[in-house]
């Protein structure tokens, strides 16, 4: 069982930056494949990013990529994303999700809905 605590969300003007962490129990983080995701009401949760067991592999969508970037500390069972250049349209509950991946090179990634396990959720608002 691996319980994620995010934290960072806020209330932040277009073109600021904030980071979210997601803060992982148990001693296996080293293990999952971590992916942030994001939702606003009435639609569905959509990927944002993920990170690879080593860190090594990181991709991004489209919406983001160039202005967010994840990184994870293995030692800390944590997993981060930096957010700049914040648009209105950011604005959304973001989630950290954890998939297993025990024994899978520290190159796979997965980017899919079907994560093990999710945190409660941070929310971030960008006002125009």
């Known amino acids: 069982q691996v319980q994620l605590v995010e934290s960072g969300g806020g209330l932040v003007q277009a073109g600021d930056s904030l980071r979210l962490s997601c803060a992982a129990s148990?001693?296996?983080?080293?293990?999952?494949?971590m992916g942030w995701f994001r939702q606003v009401p009435g639609k569905e949760r959509e990927f944002v990013s993920a990170?690879?067991?080593?860190?090594?592999?990181?991709p991004y969508a489209s919406s983001v990529k160039g202005r967010f970037t994840i990184s994870r500390d293995n030692a800390k069972n944590t997993v981060y994303l930096q957010m700049n250049s914040l648009k209105p349209e950011d604005t959304a509950v973001y989630y950290c999700?954890?998939?297993?991946?025990?024994?899978?090179?520290?190159?796979?990634?997965?980017?899919?809905?079907?994560?093990?396990?999710w945190g409660q959720g941070t929310q971030v608002t960008v006002s125009s």
């Open positions: 999700a954890a998939k297993g991946v025990p024994g899978l090179s520290g190159i796979y990634i997965y980017t899919g809905p079907s994560y093990d396990y």
């Open positions: 148990g001693r296996t983080f080293s293990s999952y494949v």
């Open positions: 990170i690879s067991t080593s860190g090594g592999v990181t």
